[in-house]
């Protein structure tokens, strides 16, 4: 039987009303298991609701997954075990080990493929955000591994530095997991959270082109020449041993897809990156119908998509080191949103 253990370890802080999930990949009308300004995490994080998704896993329908966000299905890489194994690995009680801090939306970045305009907190968010971390701060010190923020940039938040700075976890052995746009880690940022390095400290950063000009329109916000100095920065840690692993991150999209072959390679022989990741555009929050059709080349029906399917050939996507979220998969079919002028005029005319 499929295994997925994100179910069973995976606690998604994903938004500053204190809505938690157990996996940021499943369907949003029914991923929410609890609130953490009402709910003890323990509580949300073992209730029959959390474990009625759980049984998706037993029953193998995995029916409230979704299958263009989540790369074990698109790739379909998840563990094979026996029914007897399962068996042995449910428990009458589940901790969260991994826990992605994704409730703070501030970022210095506005990327169509996240975003619309620069994130304003509303009325009472400074509130809100200190709300959750006194809820889920013992969760920290038990955790195996942290991630910060999957909505925001955390160095671009001084809430988020704070939480960093401030962080004095008790177990030695614990990962964590940096997710950056790459233009606020510089030295004076690290300066304040580089006692972080005596634990396993990871990066992602997504630069999503080294092209400039491409850049200046993806990352819309970005700096690319700050980037570039803090890449070279990050390498420089690498290479020191204060950062134990950095990842490379492109979105594919129509205006980049065809740098990916120069992306990767330049990843590797310019820079101490340890491995790239590769990850299709996807239809978050509040992107319209059209943005969205015209950037996922993964569409069949986008005019881009064969010049995709060729680029998806080429050696440098072979390496063992590169991960491609959708591996060869594609996406659903989609004609382009638009209503037909003409035939309208033509109605009219009658």
């Not at 569409?299 to 979220?325: C, G, M, R, T, W």
């Amino acid at each position: 039987m499929k295994y997925c253990d994100r179910m069973h370890n995976y606690l998604y802080v994903g938004h500053y009303s204190g809505n938690i999930c157990i996996c940021p990949w499943m369907n949003p009308n029914n991923a929410v298991i609890g609130n953490l300004m009402r709910d003890k995490v323990e509580d949300a994080y073992n209730s029959d609701y959390a474990n009625y998704l759980r049984s998706t896993i037993e029953d193998q329908t995995f029916k409230f997954c979704r299958h263009e966000a989540c790369p074990h299905l698109q790739r379909n890489d998840l563990k094979d075990i026996s029914p007897e194994e399962y068996e042995n690995r449910k428990q009458k009680s589940y901790y969260p080990e991994v826990i992605n801090l994704a409730y703070d939306y501030v970022c210095n970045q506005y990327c169509e493929t996240c975003r619309g305009s620069v994130f304003v907190p509303p009325a009472g968010y400074a509130k809100q955000l200190s709300s959750i971390r006194d809820k889920i701060a013992p969760c920290l010190d038990t955790a195996k591994m942290i991630t910060a923020s999957g909505h925001g940039d955390p160095f671009a938040s001084e809430y988020m530095m704070g939480v960093l700075e401030n962080l004095r976890p008790i177990n030695a052995e614990l990962i964590i997991l940096l997710e950056t746009n790459g233009v606020f880690f510089d030295e004076a940022h690290w300066e304040r959270i580089k006692h972080l390095s005596k634990f396993n400290l990871r990066v992602v950063v997504t630069i999503n082109s080294f092209d400039e000009y491409t850049y200046r329109h993806i990352s819309r916000g970005g700096n690319y020449v700050k980037v570039m100095h803090n890449i070279d920065f990050m390498s420089m840690l690498k290479e020191n041993n204060s950062l134990t692993w950095i990842t490379n991150a492109l979105v594919i999209q129509d205006r980049n897809f065809r740098e990916i072959p120069s992306f990767i390679k330049r990843s590797f022989d310019n820079y101490a990156f340890n491995d790239v990741i590769l990850k299709p555009v996807y239809k978050w929050r509040n992107m319209d119908d059209k943005t969205y059709w015209f950037k996922d080349v993964l569409n069949p029906l986008h005019p881009y998509h064969q010049e995709y399917l060729e680029i998806l050939n080429d050696s440098a996507l072979k390496d063992p080191h590169v991960y491609n979220f959708a591996g060869n998969t594609v996406h659903e079919a989609r004609p382009f949103p638009y209503e037909r002028q003409a035939d309208s005029d033509e109605c009219a005319m009658k």
